[in-house]
């Protein structure tokens, strides 16, 4: 399990904080395990509380009635997932699932409230990070309902390379899981994925992926609405 403080150190949401403050929260956490593959939590299942991914990576995604899903995002530690029902009280939104083992730490949702009562900057941050999700998401919506299908790749491979921060990455998703997302289906993800690589926009080896020209990847995602 990666160190405690460290962790707590590299969150934006608890940066700010003195180091006793920073040590008080850090102690109120759980420590939780997860192997690749594994739920953290179900959508809809009532909010135990804030979970802190201290290693490792997870996709969250929605759930349609007939089994088909849509992923909204992928965080990478160390990160914060399941900010909003902390405020509004309501369950999950999303089920969330380790595409990597992930060790992560649970702030119990009473503690944490109790700690933003004291420390009202935490709230304020917080804001922030949900203020961000909300943006994601409608960044989501336009991606799925306007451009094309290669447009919207390309904004995904996009957002993976810069979750990665670098060139060389490895997919965090399927091929069938990355077309959930875009709204489309895994042979079209597939062919428009040759396409980039036929026309040295990238280099594909099974899920590594090395963008040769990001230009011109940046290209294909402007899309005007």
Do not use: W
């Not at 008080?24 to 909010?47: D, I, K």
């Amino acid at each position: 399990m990666p160190d405690r403080q460290e962790t707590f150190s590299r969150l934006p949401l608890f940066a700010a904080l003195q180091p006793a403050e920073r040590e008080q929260v850090a102690a109120m956490a759980g420590e939780r395990s997860f192997a690749a593959g594994e739920t953290l939590f179900y959508e809809g299942s009532p909010c135990e509380g804030l979970y802190i991914l201290a290693s490792g990576a997870a996709k969250i995604v929605k759930t349609s009635s007939s089994g088909r899903e849509i992923m909204l995002a992928v965080d990478r530690a160390p990160a914060t997932v399941a900010e909003v029902p902390l405020f509004d009280g309501g369950p999950y939104p999303a089920t969330v699932v380790a595409i990597e083992d992930v060790n992560a730490y649970v702030l119990h949702k009473d503690d944490f409230r109790r700690f933003c009562r004291e420390h009202p900057d935490v709230a304020l941050k917080m804001l922030a990070v949900v203020g961000r999700r909300l943006r994601i998401l409608v960044s989501l919506v336009e991606s799925v309902t306007f451009g094309s299908v290669r447009q919207r790749l390309a904004r995904a491979l996009i957002e993976f390379m810069e979750v990665a921060g670098s060139e060389e990455f490895v997919l965090p998703v399927t091929h069938e899981e990355l077309a959930f997302r875009l709204g489309t289906v895994r042979e079209v993800v597939s062919r428009n994925l040759g396409r980039f690589q036929a026309e040295g926009i990238l280099r594909l080896n099974k899920r590594d992926v090395v963008v040769l020209d990001a230009a011109a990847l940046r290209a294909e995602a402007e899309t005007e609405y």
